[in-house]
């Protein structure tokens, strides 16, 4: 059973920065072993939108809503997968959830990821 913790939401004024952390957690589960680990937010009353994505080669992608904003990065001896988010805006206002995918396919695509977090919530205000 695979486990992923996110945590470091919280309220932050527009402009602001904050650093998402999701630790993956299982045994003998390790993010280096696995196709792709990404980042996805839902907003009330909206669906869920991919945020980033990065693979066990280090590619990243990012949705064109955060390029520029958002780095997603990870740290194999830590089991961890970082979101850093500056210049933040009001619209980026969501629950941030992470997921793990083990194979290959539509990064941006939620249906294809196998394990997801319970989500930390992001408040940017204007």
């Known amino acids: 059973q695979v486990q992923l913790v996110e945590s470091g939401g919280g309220l932050v004024q527009a402009g602001g920065s904050l650093r998402l952390s999701c630790v993956a957690s299982?045994?003998?589960?390790?993010?280096?072993?696995?196709?792709?680990v990404g980042w996805f937010r839902q907003a009330p009353g909206k669906e869920r939108e991919f945020v980033a994505a990065?693979?066990?080669?280090?590619?990243?992608y990012y949705a064109d809503s955060v390029k520029g904003r958002f780095t997603i990065s990870r740290d194999n001896a830590k089991n961890t997968v970082y979101l850093q988010m500056n210049s933040l805006k009001p619209e980026d206002t969501a629950v941030y959830s992470c997921?793990?995918?083990?194979?290959?396919?539509?990064?941006?695509?939620?249906?294809?990821?196998?394990?997801w977090g319970q989500g930390t919530q992001v408040t940017v205000s204007s």
């Open positions: 299982g045994r003998a589960f390790a993010i280096s072993g696995v196709y792709g």
């Open positions: 990065i693979l066990w080669n280090s590619t990243t």
């Open positions: 997921a793990v995918r083990r194979s290959r396919g539509t990064y941006s695509n939620s249906n294809e990821y196998d394990y």
